[in-house]
C-alpha cells in the first residue's frame, strides 16, 4: 500500500467542507416580510400604545400640588401652613420648627427667609399613606415653584404623576364588592356561552345536515343580531319582560294566563340580552366546522352499522371539536366584556365592564377604571393561546382529499330541526320588531298610538340628525379604509411563510381590541349655555311624548374651584363628582380644606340661582351628604367652620328667597349618615322667614323610598310655622295649604 494511502488511513478521515443551504428571497417574498413588518407596526400603534397609557395610568396616579400664597401649600393631601404669629401647622396639627425645619412622616419643612419650602414623600391615597418618589413645592414673596420648576404669573396648582406599584390591583381585589364583580362577570360569561354554543349548534347543524326549507331565509335571520348594539336588545327585553312588558302584564290584561314574570332586571336580562349578541359569530364558526367534515368518515361509520346517535358522538363530535372551542372562547370573551346589555337591565347586579364606566365617569377614578381595563384583558390572553393550540390542532386533522357531506333526506330530522331553527328564529326577529314598534309607539304603555315623534331628533340632547350623518360618515370611512387593511392583514398573517414569531404577534394584536370596552339637572359654572340647551332639549321631548315636565330642581353634585374666596389665587380645577364615596370627598375636602370647599359649594349654588334656569333648589346642605356628629355633638368634617357654613347657607337661601326659586325639604338625608333632612331646622326656619317657597321631595331612587319619611318633613313645616307649599306644573308654582 502506497506510504500516502496508508497516511491517509492511519489519520482522521477527511471531510468535505459543510455547505449551507440558504433560502434565497425574491422580491415578492421581501414585499410580504414588508407589509407584515407594517402591519404590525400600525397594529402596536393603535393597540399597544394606548394600551401602555392604560397601564401607566393603574400603576401611577395623579398627585395635586397647590399653593395658596406663601404661607399655605397642599401636597399629595397634605396641608402645611403658617398661622399669624409664625406657628407652623403639619396637617392641622402644629409642628415645632428646630432651626427653621420641621419633620413629620412623610413630610419635611423649611420655614425660614427663603419662604416655605415643603418635601412631601407619602401621599393619601385610597385612605392609606404611601410612599412616593419626593414631591416638592416652595413659595417665597408670591413666587411658586413645584418640583424645582417656577410657575407663570397665573399658575398655583399643578399635577405631578408618582409611581403606586400594585396598589390599584390589592385596592380592587381587596373590596369584596368589585371582587363581586369578578365573580359576575365569570358566572355571565358560563352561562351565556353554554347557552349560545347550544343554541348556535342546533341552528348551524340544521342549517348544513339537513334539507329543511327556508335555509337561506334562517342564515340571513341569524346574521341580523351583528347589526345592533346589546343596549338594543336589553331595551326590547323590558319591552318585553319589564314591569310594564308585554309578556309581564299578559297583553296588558288581555291574555292574562300569558303573563310571567322573569325577573328581568339582573343576571337573567343580561344573559339573555348577552346569548342574542354572541349567537351569529357562534353559528358562524360552527358551521364552518360542520361543513368542513369529510363525508367518507360517515360512509364508513355507515359500513360498519353505526346507528346515527352513534355516528353523532364518535364521528361529528369529534370532528368539531376545535369549531366547538373556538366558539366556546369567543362567546366567554365577547360577553365577558361588554358594556350594552348589563347597563340596560342589570339593575343592581354589577359587572366588570360597567365598573369601568362608574370608575372613570361616575367616580373620576381613572386609575381604578385602568386597573379593571387591564383585569378584563386576561380572558384574551388566555383565548389566545388556547385559539393558537386549536387552529394547529385543526390544520394537522384536515385533509386536501376531504370529500363534503350532502345532507341525506331524513323527514323527522329535517322537520324537528326546522321547528327549533324556527323558535330560534322567531326570538331573534321577536327583539328587532319589539325596538322598532316601540320605537313608533307615542307614549309606552299609556299611548299606542302610532307615530314617528320619537325620530324628530331636531329637539333631541345629543346633535340630532347631525349625529347621526357623523356616525355615517364616520362608519363609512372606517369600511373603506379598515375593511381592505383588515382584509390584507389576515391574509399576511394566515396565508403567507416566514417570520412566524412576527406573524404570532400580529395575530394576538388583532384579537386585544375584543377585550377593551361607555328631571334633576346639575349646575357646572361656566356651562350655562350648554345646560340650557339640555333643558330645552328634555322639556320639548318631554312635551313631544304628552308628559310635560312638572319643574327643574338644581342641584351641586360637582364641586368647582372657581369661587374667589379671598384664600388663594381663584383658578380652575377639575371638576369632582365628589357625592359618590366618602373617600372622595374626604380626599377633595383635605386637599382644598373645609373653607375653601364651602365656599365653592354655596358659591356655585348662589350662581345656579343668578342663571335663572331652575324652578327650585334641591337638597341644599348636600354637602354634609357623609357628615356625622362626634361623640361631643360636633360635625366631623366642618366644627371649626361652622359659623362659615351657617352665613354662607344663608346667604344662598335669601338669594333663592328673592328669586322666587323654591327651597327642598329633600327627606333622603333620613337615610344617610347625617340622620336628618338635608335642610336643617334652622334653616328652615330661616327660608320661611325670608318668605322661600318650600316643596318637598323624596329624591327616590328605588320605589318603595317614594314618600318615605313625609312624616319627618310635616314635623319640620309644622315646627317653622309653614302651612304652604307648592308643586309644579309646567314649570310653575302651584300652592296648596297644609291641613
Known sequence: ????????????????????????????????????????????AAVVLPLLQ???????????????????????????????GGVLYIDDEPADLKNGRARRRGVSVSYNDDGLSVEVREMIYGGDLLAIKPVTARAKHEAYWINGKKLGPDEWQKTVRRSIGLKNFRAYFSNRALYVSLANSIKIALGTTFITVLLAFVYAYGLTRTLMPLKSFYRVVAML???????????????????????????????????????????????ISEVIFTFPPAMMILMVALSNMDARLYDAAASLGSTPLRTFRNVTLPGVRYGL???????????????????????????????????????????????????????????????????????????????????????????????????????????????????????????????????????VGGGGYSAFWNSVRVSIITACVG????????????????????????????????????????????????????????????????????????????????????????????????????????????????????????????????????????????????DQRNQAGHSVYFHDVEDLYDRLARDAIEKAAAANLAIEINVSGMARPIGRPFISQSLLNHAVACGAPICVGSDAHLPEHVGAYFDEAERMLESAGCDTLVTFNNRKQIPYKLT
Open 225 to 271: 343580531p351583528l347589526f345592533a348594539p346589546t343596549m338594543l336588545y336589553g331595551l326590547s327585553l323590558v319591552y318585553l319582560f319589564g314591569n310594564k312588558g308585554v309578556i309581564t302584564t299578559g297583553f296588558f290584561g288581555q291574555l292574562p294566563w300569558l303573563a310571567a314574570d322573569i325577573s328581568l332586571y339582573g343576571p337573567v336580562g343580561i344573559v
Open 54 to 84: 392604560v397601564v401607566e395610568r393603574a400603576v401611577n396616579a395623579d398627585v395635586s400640588v397647590a399653593v395658596f400664597g406663601d404661607d399655605d401649600i397642599r401636597a399629595a393631601g397634605h396641608r402645611i401652613w403658617v398661622k399669624p
Open 325 to 459: 372551542m373556538s366558539a366556546v372562547f369567543v362567546c366567554f370573551t365577547l360577553s365577558f366584556t361588554d358594556f350594552g346589555a348589563p347597563k340596560v337591565v342589570g339593575g343592581n347586579y354589577s359587572v366588570l365592564a360597567v365598573d369601568i364606566y362608574k370608575q372613570v365617569i361616575g367616580q373620576q377614578n381613572f386609575g381604578m377604571g385602568a386597573t379593571v381595563s387591564i383585569i378584563l384583558l386576561l380572558p384574551t390572553f388566555v383565548s389566545f393561546l388556547a385559539d393558537r393550540i386549536i387552529q394547529r390542532r385543526q390544520v394537522s386533522a384536515m385533509s386536501a382529499c376531504s370529500e363534503p357531506l350532502a345532507p341525506k333526506r331524513n323527514r323527522a330530522a329535517d322537520l324537528g330541526l326546522f321547528a327549533a331553527c324556527g323558535l330560534i328564529a322567531a326570538f331573534l326577529l321577536s327583539m328587532l320588531f319589539m325596538a322598532g314598534y316601540a320605537s313608533l309607539v307615542k307614549m309606552w304603555p299609556y299611548d299606542f298610538t302610532l307615530g314617528f315623534w320619537h325620530y324628530k331628533f331636531a329637539d
Open 483 to 626: 375593511a381592505p387593511l383588515t382584509f390584507i392583514s389576515a391574509y399576511l398573517i394566515d396565508k403567507t411563510k416566514g417570520m412566524p414569531q412576527l406573524r404570532a404577534a400580529g395575530y394576538f394584536l388583532s384579537i386585544l381590541p375584543l377585550a377593551l370596552p361607555g328631571l334633576e339637572v346639575d349646575f357646572l359654572p361656566g356651562e350655562e349655555d350648554e345646560t340650557a340647551d339640555i333643558i330645552n332639549s328634555m322639556i320639548a321631548h318631554a312635551a313631544s311624548l304628552g308628559a310635560p315636565v312638572s319643574g327643574i330642581h338644581g342641584s351641586m353634585h360637582l364641586l368647582p374651584g372657581t369661587i374667589d374666596d379671598g384664600l388663594g389665587p381663584k383658578g380652575d380645577v377639575q371638576f369632582v363628582i365628589w357625592d359618590l364615596d366618602a373617600k372622595i370627598f374626604e380626599t377633595h375636602l383635605k386637599d382644598r380644606g373645609p373653607k375653601r370647599i364651602l365656599h365653592d359649594y354655596f358659591g356655585a349654588l348662589c350662581e345656579l340661582i343668578d342663571t335663572g334656569l331652575y324652578d327650585a333648589l334641591s337638597h341644599i346642605e348636600l354637602i354634609r351628604k357623609f
Open 1 to 44: 500500500m502506497p506510504s500516502d494511502m496508508q497516511s491517509d488511513s492511519s489519520g482522521p478521515r477527511a471531510r468535505a467542507p459543510r455547505k449551507t443551504l440558504r433560502h434565497l428571497f425574491g422580491p415578492e417574498q421581501w414585499t410580504q416580510r414588508a407589509l407584515i413588518f407594517l402591519v404590525c407596526f400600525w397594529m402596536l
